[in-house]
C-alpha cells in the first residue's frame, strides 16, 4: 500500500504532540530576521496542511504541495483559500516565484537517493526570489543509528492501537518503517499497514547539495528550537539563502 493513502486518516490524531506553532514561529522569526522578496510562502510536502494553517493565520499567502491526494484533501479542509498542488518535491511546479519555502517533519528525508535531493533544491533555487529562504529539517544520522535504529515503537489510544517497526541499513544509508495500524470502528477493529522510507542523510551531504544549487547555509538548529545544532542532534533545521541560481548542478557537478 502507498505511504500515507489510509495514513493520512489518522495522520493528524497521531501527530499531536508534534509543535506546530513553535515550528511557525521559528520560521515566522527567521523570514522577518533575514527578509524575503514577497509575502508567497510554499509549504513542500505539506501533508494535511497543520503547518500551512499556522502560517496562513501569520499573514503568508500559503501554497501547499504534496504527493498524497489523500493528505492534500484533509489540508484543503483545512485551509480553503489556499492553492493546494499534488506534487512530489523533486517534480513541482510554481505558476511563479516565491518568497520562501518550507519543508518541515524529516520530509526531505523520503528523497531517497541524491538525484532526487539536487532536484528538489535545484527546483527551490529555481521558485525562490533572489535572497528567497529555504527552511527544511532531517532526521540525522545521529538519530537513526542510536534512536530509531531496529527499534519497535507502540502507540495506543481509545482508538488507535499501532506498531512501528524499524529496519535500518547504515549501509544502503536507508531506515524502513513497517507500520500496522488497528483503527477502531464501532466495536470492531480495521487494519491496514504501511510501509515508508527514509534516507540518512549526512551534514557534509546536506551541505553539498545546498551549496551545489545556489544556497547559503545562514543557521542549523536543534530540533525546533533557536539553538545550535549539535553533533547529536536528533533533528536539525536548516535555514538557507538563494543566493546564486547560477550555480545550480546536479549531483555529479554538472551545471544544469
Known amino acids: 500500500m502507498d505511504a500515507y493513502s489510509k495514513f493520512a486518516q489518522v495522520y493528524d490524531e497521531l501527530m499531536e504532540d508534534v509543535p506546530y506553532e513553535e515550528i511557525s514561529q521559528i520560521i515566522d522569526s527567521k523570514i522577518k530576521k533575514y527578509g ?7 509549504d513542500l510536502a505539506c501533508g494535511t496542511g497543520t503547518l500551512t494553517k499556522h502560517l496562513s493565520d501569520k499573514g503568508y499567502e500559503m501554497i501547499g504541495a504534496d504527493m498524497s491526494a489523500e493528505m492534500l484533501q484533509i489540508a484543503q479542509e483545512k485551509n480553503p483559500g489556499v492553492l493546494f498542488l499534488n506534487q512530489p518535491m523533486e517534480d513541482f511546479e510554481l505558476y511563479g516565484t516565491v518568497g520562501a519555502i518550507v519543508c518541515s517533519l524529516d520530509s526531505v528525508n ?8 539536487y ?7 529555481n521558485y ?13 544520522e545521529y538519530k537513526f543509528k542510536n534512536i530509531l535504529a531496529d527499534n519497535i515503537f507502540t502507540f495506543d489510544n481509545d ?45 557534509l551531504e546536506i551541505e553539498n547539495a545546498l551549496t551545489a544549487n545556489g544556497f ?3 543557521e ?28 545550480a548542478k546536479n549531483s555529479k557537478g554538472e551545471q544544469i
Not at 532536484?119 to 533555487?125: D, S
Not at 525562490?128 to 540525522?140: A, C, H, K, R
Open 119 to 125: 532536484e528538489t533544491f535545484r527546483l527551490c533555487n
Open 36 to 42: 524575503v522578496g514577497n509575502n508567497i510562502v510554499l
Open 220 to 247: 542549523k538548529l536543534d530540533n525546533f528550537t533557536n539553538n545550535p545544532a549539535k553533533e547529536n542532534s536528533e533533528r536539525v533545521m536548516y535555514v538557507c539563502k538563494n543566493v546564486d541560481s547560477i550555480q
Open 216 to 218: 547559503e547555509i545562514l
Open 110 to 117: 523520503y528523497l531517497l537517493d541524491d538525484e532526487s535531493l
Open 128 to 140: 525562490l526570489e533572489p535572497d528567497g529562504l529555504l527552511i527544511f529539517d532531517i532526521n540525522t
Open 159 to 203: 482508538r488507535i492501537f499501532y506498531t512501528w517497526e524499524n529496519n535500518y541499513c547504515e549501509e544502503e544509508k536507508l531506515c524502513d518503517f513497517y507500520l500496522t495500524f488497528f483503527v477502531k470502528d464501532g466495536d470492531l477493529y480495521s487494519r491496514f499497514d504501511e510501509v515508508h522510507t527514509e534516507r540518512v542523510y549526512s551534514n
